[in-house]
């Protein structure tokens, strides 16, 4: 019954639309607050993101406009609304839905995450009519104290009164399998479609409470937890013989080498700059020359060296000249003095993260 899929994950039955189109790299990544009721001890939100702030993907939005960009940058061709929750913020997600809705068209599929504390028929009724295809519940099933399980547990039923694919998503917590088992039982009870799965991750923000509870990493080179995929594939073969939900178990690897990778990808085609080479992996490699003055060196470079403008570009905000690599290593040969030749290897995100830089000799 448990299959495993071609992009490190485990399912029975049909994969959720929403996870189709993400591991095709397809879904940009709508984060609409940091805001959220709750405060579970796994929370791997960052600093930054604990705020009440807005993402597409890596970049800092403050208009549609920019999330709408960003989605064509990405050729998206749908959304994954998440938080935070983003019901704590519902008159700025039911915008952004609808106008991701009107730019791209019906088709444009669009799934969101939420706790279920704030999701009161009329707060659904609102993300419905703005265009919303899926919704997925995580209440606080694995603390004991909470305020907001009962309330939760009763807002899920709301969602069955709309049109829509309604399922739970949760992490596998190590110790946790009759909460989970619980959840998957009152969920297929109640007729949805579907419960996913995540692999429990380590994260800044929440190594010290995984640890303190006794949770390990798998590895030095993984952020995923010991135990957690085994759990999961129990919960998977368990729910194959005894609910009729649809299940998927996300491992930190298809996140990690499928999803990233693949979205990276769509996104390195539309952003790279004649010099720059797309590899394999989606990331930018090019040449760099650094030095103090950078008119001077593009002088150098020009008249000097004799290298066509048209290969050359200067990005002051990294204080740098950009160049195809095949020239900056011949560059770093001919060139005696103080300017410094690299490699780097950049995401085509809108924060170009570099992930690697290798000095020329
Ligand atoms: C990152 S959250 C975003 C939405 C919302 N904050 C939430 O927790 O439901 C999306 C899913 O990630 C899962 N998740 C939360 N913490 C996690 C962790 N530390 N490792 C792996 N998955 C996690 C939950 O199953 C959740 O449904
Ligand atoms: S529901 Fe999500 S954002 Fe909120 S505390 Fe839990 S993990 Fe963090």
């Known amino acids: 019954m448990v299959r495993e899929t071609p992009y490190f994950s485990y399912a029975v039955g049909e994969l959720p639309r929403g996870c189709q189109l993400c591991v095709r790299g397809e879904k940009l990544v709508l984060f609409t607050t940091g805001a959220c009721p709750r405060d579970c001890f796994y929370c791997p939100l960052s600093e930054k993101r604990k705020g009440d702030v807005v993402y597409a993907n890596e970049r800092p939005v403050k208009t549609v406009d920019e999330a709408i960009e960003e989605a064509k940058i990405q050729e998206a061709k749908g959304a994954g609304v998440t938080g935070g929750d983003p019901l704590a913020r519902l008159d700025r997600t039911a915008e952004y839905i609808r106008a991701l809705k009107e730019a791209f068209g019906e088709g444009f599929h669009v799934h969101l995450y939420t706790t279920g504390a704030l999701a009161t028929k009329k707060a659904?009724?609102?993300?419905?009519?703005a265009g919303l295809d899926e919704i997925r519940f995580h209440p606080d099933l694995f603390n004991p104290n909470s305020r907001l399980f009962e309330v939760e547990i009763r807002n899920i039923r709301n969602a069955f009164d709309f049109d829509w694919d309604v399922g739970g998503e949760i992490p596998s917590i190590p110790g946790?399998?009759?909460?989970?088992?619980?959840?998957?039982?009152?969920?297929?009870?109640?007729?949805?479609?579907?419960?996913?799965?995540?692999?429990?991750?380590?994260?800044?923000?929440?190594?010290?409470?995984?640890?303190?509870?006794?949770y390990k990493p798998i590895s030095n080179e993984s952020a995923a937890i010991t135990g957690s995929l085994e759990l999961g594939l129990k919960l998977l073969e368990w729910g194959g013989e005894n609910t009729s939900l649809s299940y998927h178990l996300c491992t930190a690897k298809l996140k990690d080498a499928v999803q990233l990778r693949n979205r990276l990808r769509r996104m390195a085609k539309n952003v790279a700059r004649p010099y720059m080479e797309v590899t394999e992996e989606g990331t930018l490699r090019f040449g760099i020359a650094e030095y103090d003055d950078l008119d001077e060196l593009y002088t150098l470079l020009v008249e000097g060296a004799e290298v066509p403008e048209e290969w050359l570009y200067v990005n002051r905000e990294r204080g740098r000249v950009?160049?195809?690599?095949?020239?900056?290593?011949?560059?770093?040969?001919?060139?005696?003095?103080?300017?410094?030749?690299f490699i780097v290897e950049e995401y085509p995100t809108f924060d170009r993260l570099e992930v690697e830089r290798v000095p020329l000799p």
Do not use: C, H
């Open 176 to 214: 946790q399998f009759e909460r989970m088992k619980w959840y998957a039982e009152f969920l297929d009870k109640l007729g949805a479609k579907f419960l996913n799965v995540n692999e429990l991750e380590f994260s800044e923000t929440n190594l010290r409470a995984l640890i303190d509870r006794g």
């Open 322 to 341: 950009e160049m195809p690599e095949g020239v900056a290593v011949e560059l770093a040969d001919a060139i005696e003095g103080d300017v410094r030749f």
């Open 124 to 129: 659904l009724e609102r993300l419905y009519d």
